[in-house]
């Protein structure tokens, strides 16, 4: 049982010892990604340039549950299992029956879930003998956790970073930096899908993620890691909603009623809510799962479900996902990590199955609620959990309103200790909502590939 604050632990030999594929119990089986060329199914040949063999059988696979190798269950028990809190505090502030519990991800040593992945990945390449790794990062948590990764098993780490973060962000860069990696501000002149764009670009997690794929099929020695939207990064965060369903029965709880999780690539969201999910489609559990992402980036909400590029160039695997466009560059709001204009392929899926809700939100909502949060439960959330927590306290005072007591178990991604210049824009009254218009909507449409089917 938790303590007098309502923290749940689990002993480090309670750490899950297998990733969850929900692929596995899936009614309908998810569209597979089509070579940009042929328009058909890609092979395990078609992403040898970019990924080592496990990784590429984690993508494409069936199977329900993975065994996580040991070096990397040898690293997660540096902060894992993470802890799921009972945020009673902001319960009383609220004035809701509804008991709120928080997954806490901020503990990692990059500070975010994002170091679930980035192990793996680190470890699967250099298993195979890869001495360098190329990626994008929004915000920095990615990169920052990839860096990381890199140092632990001896590889070299490239980042190119969106532009508009790496020039507001400067101290995720120094911590990239810190942790071994070598950052670029994107759009570069050092590739061709860079040179494209103006200088002073505001960038995308598109253009990042062209100008590290461009380096990393230039050399044998060299792959990609990606830090969301594909499957085998979604299947590694699934130790997350392993962990809370677990620290839920602990906790004296049947289950959750509802589970929030923000949502820009999907990794974050789908680690928590895909072991929910298969509970709920085994028929042992039924909660409302909730995606949560930004209104200048809605994705699931205002995007189309059709096959995109995962990136601007048109470099990658064609994926059928929800999706704003592969020539979108979103507006620069503090949540870099929502930035993107796609959604992962098996969160679409389940969306579009009516498996999964999905709602957006403006961004001065998010800091309000994430401020409110900090000053009751004493943590400082990342930009982009305050989406989830702003949902979360909207659900808690319907709930008020109709005297329930609903169980919502909520994903805080990770810490906004180095996003506080976001916090400073908007407690000084500067932060602006800048919703996605119906013309720059339809604009970014318009380049999407025609793909039967």
């Known amino acids: 049982?938790?303590?007098?604050?309502?923290?749940?632990?689990?002993?480090?030999?309670?750490?899950?010892?297998?990733?969850?594929?929900?692929?596995?119990?899936?009614?309908?089986?998810?569209?597979?990604?089509?070579?940009?060329?042929?328009?058909?199914?890609?092979?395990?040949?078609?992403?040898?340039?970019?990924?080592?063999?496990?990784?590429?059988?984690?993508?494409?696979?069936?199977?329900?549950?993975?065994?996580?190798?040991?070096?990397?269950?040898?690293?997660?028990?540096?902060?894992?299992?993470?802890?799921?809190?009972?945020?009673?505090?902001?319960?009383?502030?609220?004035?809701?029956?509804?008991?709120?519990?928080?997954?806490?991800?901020?503990?990692?040593?990059?500070?975010?879930?994002?170091?679930?992945?980035?192990?793996?990945?680190?470890?699967?390449?250099?298993?195979?003998?890869?001495?360098?790794?190329?990626?994008?990062?929004?915000?920095?948590?990615?990169?920052?956790?990839?860096?990381?990764a890199s140092a632990l098993f001896g590889v070299e780490c490239e980042v190119w970073q969106v532009g508009a973060s790496y020039d507001t962000k400067p101290q995720r860069r120094t911590l990239i930096e810190v942790f071994g990696g070598r950052v670029h501000r994107s759009p570069s002149t050092m590739t061709e899908a860079g040179k494209a764009f103006a200088a002073g670009h505001p960038g995308s997690l598109g253009i990042a993620i062209s100008e590290a794929v461009e380096v990393a099929a230039q050399d044998e020695a060299t792959k990609y890691a990606l830090g969301s939207v594909l499957n085998h990064v979604l299947l590694h965060q699934t130790v997350i909603g392993q962990e809370a369903l677990a620290q839920l029965a602990d906790a004296g709880e049947d289950g959750a009623d509802l589970v929030v999780g923000c949502a820009g690539g999907g990794s974050n969201f789908a680690g928590l809510a895909f072991p929910f999910l298969g509970e709920k489609l085994a028929g042992r559990q039924a909660p409302r799962i909730l995606a949560v992402e930004p209104a200048s980036c809605p994705t699931l909400t205002r995007g189309e479900y059709r096959y995109d590029f995962g990136d601007t160039a048109g470099l990658t695997p064609l994926m059928k996902m929800h999706t704003l466009g592969h020539d979108f560059v979103p507006s620069p709001i503090h949540a870099g990590g929502l930035r993107y204009h796609g959604m992962a392929p098996l969160v679409s899926h389940v969306y579009a199955e009516g498996l999964i809700e999905a709602t957006s939100l403006h961004q001065s909502e998010c800091f309000a609620a994430a401020v409110e949060f900090a000053r009751t439960q004493g943590v400082v959330p990342a930009p982009e959990s305050s989406h989830a927590l702003a949902q979360a306290r909207r659900e808690a005072l319907a709930a008020a309103e109709a005297g329930t007591e609903p169980v919502i178990v909520v994903g805080l991604s990770g810490h906004g200790l180095l996003e506080l210049g976001a916090y400073e824009s908007y407690l000084g009254g500067r932060l602006e909502d800048d919703p996605l218009s119906d013309a720059d909507l339809a604009a970014a449409l318009a380049g999407v590939p025609v793909v039967a089917g």
Request: charge should be negative; aromatic fraction near 8%.
């Open 1 to 148: 049982m938790g303590d007098e604050q309502g923290t749940s632990t689990l002993g480090t030999t309670e750490v899950p010892t297998h990733w969850y594929n929900v692929v596995a119990d899936l009614p309908v089986p998810p569209p597979p990604p089509l070579h940009p060329g042929t328009h058909e199914p890609v092979g395990p040949d078609d992403l040898a340039p970019l990924f080592p063999p496990e990784l590429i059988a984690q993508e494409v696979s069936a199977e329900r549950m993975i065994a996580i190798p040991e070096p990397v269950r040898e690293v997660y028990a540096q902060y894992r299992p993470s802890p799921l809190v009972r945020a009673r505090r902001w319960e009383e502030k609220l004035g809701t029956g509804a008991r709120i519990y928080y997954k806490y991800e901020g503990v990692s040593p990059a500070g975010s879930h994002k170091v679930n992945t980035s192990v793996p990945q680190a470890y699967y390449n250099a298993l195979n003998g890869i001495t360098k790794l190329t990626t994008e990062t929004g915000a920095g948590q990615w990169g920052t956790a990839l860096s990381y």
